[in-house]
């Protein structure tokens, strides 16, 4: 069943890279590195041992931090993950998950899954789109009428370039995956919708190569 799920999962990611690459442009896919992992796990505000291997993490929440700034997504979180040892290793997202609140399992999806819910805070509609004085990035599919000066304002229309700039930004700031020279760091996603206020108790669970760990991040 986990391994149906994650060909499923996999399969929308390959479509989004498509997607946001169907362009006459010359811009070729970034490649995924990560995030650049810290001088020691103590520098992570969690760590915890698997086998010889040390993991260590730090839970962003709706916040994805990049190389360009922070991004955001309502619908999704993210864990900054490390990790630290002694001779490569196999590295794989589908060995991570998150208990929350110690008992809901949220297993961990491919980085292609956040972007149609991606939004830059900094982001401001051009002057003259009708919802620039009320709405800040995202990217919306949604359709807008007109109507009274009480109506909501139209969804805003995030430009493709846009989208696909985010959409990159968060390619390269994944955790890195297949056989890896250590340290090496990057985001580990999460569906979650709700807000992490409300989580009273956050693990980040690992079972893989290295062996099995859990950080207690909440």
């Not at 979180?77 to 001779?87: I, L, M, N, W």
């Not at 056989?179 to 206020?197: M, S």
Request: net charge neutral; charged share 20%; aromatic share 6%.
């Amino acid at each position: 069943m986990l391994c149906s799920r994650w060909l499923a999962g996999a399969a929308l990611v390959a479509a989004a890279v498509l997607s946001l690459q169907a362009q006459p442009a010359k811009e070729t896919a970034p490649e995924i590195k990560g995030i650049p992992p810290r001088a020691t796990p103590g520098d992570y505000q969690f760590q915890s041992k698997a086998g010889d291997y040390t993991i260590a993490a730090e839970f962003t929440g709706h916040s994805l931090p990049t190389d360009q700034g922070s991004l955001t997504t309502p619908d999704y979180v993210a864990v900054e993950a490390a990790v630290f040892g002694p001779a490569k290793l196999r590295i794989s997202v589908a060995d991570f998950s998150l208990r929350l609140n110690k008992k809901k399992i949220v297993q961990s999806v491919p980085y292609g899954m956040t972007f149609s819910s991606l939004k830059d805070p900094e982001w401001v509609p051009p002057e003259g789109d009708p919802s620039s004085k009320k709405s800040k990035g995202g990217i919306s599919t949604g359709g807008g009428g007109q109507g009274g000066s009480n109506d909501p304002p139209p969804p805003v229309k995030i430009p493709v370039e846009v989208q696909r700039a985010m959409a990159h930004r968060v390619q390269r700031a994944a955790m890195p995956e297949g056989d890896r020279e250590l340290p090496v760091a990057g985001l580990i996603f999460f569906q979650y919708r709700a807000k992490t206020e409300n989580l009273e108790s956050i693990e980040l669970v690992y079972e893989g190569p290295a062996g099995k760990a859990t950080l207690k991040l909440q």
